[in-house]
């Protein structure tokens, strides 16, 4: 009952706001000075998209084929579409096959990064809600390319996912750019490599590994041998984001019982600096709250909830939490004011399915 209760909170918490751009799929016609003909790129808008919101959206670029990427994008928006998920939502975009028309002073790698640096990132970043920090990814002989990417261009790529690369497909010459690339910049970025079942790719996988190892304390590499080839794909996505966005939950509050807000507000200036845009400290303040209750440190935990109903007047849902952790410290007397003001919010709010929730707990009292 308190697991389907828990579900039932974080799916009324998962409000979407109204927006003049829809959400799906968007193809994209940029004109390019390198190109005779524009470029088609596909990006993918989450729901909810708001391009007035305060924290913008990572751009996740990714190399997934036709086959890979209506998976990939439903992945991505169950693991994003509550709070508490393992990553938040992103915009994402298709990195385009470029037909050159010409031959320019740049080889096929070379301009494709320059196209995507100089023309795609910056077309979306100037129309969507788009923060600066960008992720890759890839899988199988694609994964390739987003790894070559990442390594060779460390200003305009954080993050990395890169699983089941296609290693013993490149040469020599690739694999020494890229391992000397990694170790030089590899510092302060996050990088999440698996090594699917294919047996050729294990000594290159290990070489990697080994030779980047001290180059970064935020890089994974994750062995996935032992799993079909093709179930890698979903599952060292999951792992990756658990990875990549495991900062952006805190887990240990015990850290923060002296510190209180002000040490989880100070928490999250630290994830400013890491990321680039602010993340929304709301989640672990609640976090912070609950564990005050916990301890049965009632004014504490209340302490809390207030400065959330503060700093969110129009959510009704902290007001409700609020009352119910009262409720549970065996308060009904404060907890009662509190859910009658969450009901008329939720009233207010046309929102039937709260207005129920909360009338049944009145009603119990």
């Avoid at 990417?149 to 490149?170: D, T, V, W």
């Avoid at 100070?266 to 993340?279: I, N, S």
């Avoid at 303040?285 to 503060?310: C, P, R």
Wanted: glycine share 4%; proline share 4%; with cysteine.
């Amino acid at each position: 009952m308190k697991i389907i209760l828990a579900i039932f909170l974080c799916l009324l918490c998962n409000i979407t706001y109204a927006s003049t751009i829809q959400s799906g799929l968007k193809v994209l016609s940029i004109k390019s000075a390198h190109l005779s003909k524009p470029i088609e790129v596909e990006i993918y808008i989450p729901n909810g998209y708001d391009e007035k919101r305060v924290t913008p959206y990572p751009l996740l670029a990714t190399s997934a084929g036709d086959s890979r990427i209506a998976m990939l994008q439903s992945q991505i928006d169950w693991l994003s579409h509550v709070d508490f998920g393992p990553m938040p939502k992103v915009v994402m975009v298709r990195i385009p096959n470029i037909e050159r028309s010409d031959k320019a002073n740049y080889s096929d790698d070379e301009l494709l990064a320059t196209i995507l640096h100089t023309e795609v990132y910056p077309y979306i970043r100037a129309n969507f809600n788009v923060a600066f920090f960008t992720l890759i990814e890839g899988f199988s002989t694609a994964a390739n390319k987003a790894l070559a990417l990442f390594a060779n261009y460390p200003q305009h790529y954080q993050g990395a996912i890169i699983i089941s690369p296609a290693l013993e497909l490149a040469d020599t010459v690739w694999h020494d750019k890229i391992n000397q690339s990694l170790k030089q910049n590899l510092a302060n970025r996050a990088l999440y490599l698996s090594l699917g079942n294919f047996a050729g790719n294990r000594l290159y996988f290990t070489a990697l590994k080994k030779y980047v190892s001290s180059a970064s304390n935020h890089s994974v590499f994750e062995d996935l041998s032992q799993k079909n080839y093709l179930s890698t794909a979903v599952l060292g996505f999951n792992n990756a984001v658990e990875h990549l966005f495991a900062d952006l939950q805190i887990v240990n509050f015990e850290l923060f019982a002296q510190s209180g807000i002000k040490g989880v507000l100070g928490y999250h200036e630290q994830l400013l600096k890491k990321y680039g845009y602010p993340h929304s400290p709301n989640n672990n303040l609640e976090g912070l709250a609950d564990h005050y209750f916990t301890h049965q440190q009632v004014d504490k935990g209340s302490q809390v909830f207030t400065y959330l109903i503060k700093s969110n007047p129009e959510n009704a849902i902290y007001r409700l939490r609020h009352g119910q952790a009262l409720l549970k410290a065996s308060k009904p007397g404060d907890a009662k004011p509190i859910l009658n003001k969450a009901l008329l919010m939720a009233k207010k709010q046309q929102n039937q399915e709260l207005i129920n929730y909360i009338s049944e707990l009145l009603n119990s009292l």
